[in-house]
């Protein structure tokens, strides 16, 4: 029984953020998105915290950094594209390292996983992400522009989002 293999669209928004806003704020947000889990819904504990985290962050930052380098719709193609492959290879070297602790097998064990299930999830997972990411970016990336929370600006401080957030809380403390 592999109850932990669980598929969500969370890796989808992640990499919108990492694609908007650079890489380190897509690894920022599966961090935050990894405790989230885990301190209220996850029932994998820390295990399932590392591996989310491991999967989020690969998709997000693989994604970010090519996507800031390439800022087009060939340049979103490659960069979900080497996220997808870029989180199997992770995802099959974590299973390897983590999951023997975590089920109480060996790691041939999980090995044996690989081809039939492991493979096969963490591709199918990725790629599902990656297609809903290429067709929701734009549109929200519209709606980000066009609600005024991200100000043009050449300051690059104040052209981001988050920033802007925050300011405002801080107005109104």
Do not use: H, W
């Not at 990894?34 to 820390?46: K, M, N, P, Q, R």
Request: charged share 15%; net charge positive.
């Amino acid at each position: 029984k592999v109850s932990f293999l669980s598929f969500d669209l969370k890796d989808t928004i992640i990499a919108v953020v990492s694609l908007m806003y650079g890489p380190l704020y897509g690894v920022a947000s599966a961090g935050i998105v990894a405790l989230l889990e885990f301190l209220s819904v996850s029932d994998t504990g820390v295990y399932g915290l590392i591996m989310n985290f491991a999967s989020s962050a690969t998709f997000a930052f693989v994604a970010g950094i090519i996507y800031k380098n390439k800022r087009n719709f060939k340049g979103a193609i490659l960069a979900v594209g080497f996220s997808v492959i870029s989180v199997v290879v992770v995802m099959m070297l974590a299973n390897i390292l983590i999951t023997p602790y975590y089920m109480g097998v060996t790691a041939k064990t999980v090995i044996g996983l690989i081809p039939t299930l492991l493979l096969p999830f963490n591709f199918c997972k990725a790629l599902i992400n990656a297609s809903a990411t290429v067709v929701i970016y734009k549109p929200i990336r519209k709606i980000i522009k066009k609600s005024g929370i991200e100000q043009k600006s050449n300051n690059s401080e104040n052209n981001n989002v988050f920033f802007n957030i925050i300011s405002s809380l801080k107005k109104t403390i």
